[in-house]
């Protein structure tokens, strides 16, 4: 049951996800406009609740991602690591700067 679940679970988020895409793609300008009034902030609102869960501890890990046999700094939870990608670097490289990621070496956050 929990697999059906699952399954279920993933293939309507994927259907939503398609859909905003081929809105954002294809639609007029008055309805990606509308798309951005509504869907955009649930958006948002999703990747600041995933966020949030992934917020690291006093003790600077992930405590989502830390189990009892793997710790994972904050910098390396893979959450962290997908949306600075996704949201942040994505910016700079597509306004030609350099490696978002680093500054110099070091981690620009």
């Known amino acids: 049951m929990d697999s059906v679940l699952s399954s279920t679970l993933r293939d309507a988020t994927y259907e939503w996800l398609d859909r905003l895409d081929g ?27 995933l966020l ?11 405590p989502t991602c830390t189990g009892l046999r793997r710790r994972r700094r904050a ?3 893979p959450v962290w690591s997908t949306a600075h990608r996704q949201l942040v670097a994505a910016d700079a490289e597509a306004s030609g700067g350099r490696h978002a ?3 110099g070496g070091r981690w620009a956050w």
């Open 101 to 103: 990621l680093t500054d």
């Open 75 to 77: 910098y390396r939870c």
């Open 52 to 62: 949030a869960e992934h917020e690291p501890g006093e003790d600077g890990f992930c």
């Open 23 to 49: 809105l954002a793609r294809t639609a007029d300008e008055q309805s990606r406009a509308l798309l951005a009034e509504t869907d955009m902030v649930r958006l948002i609102d999703a990747w600041r609740t």
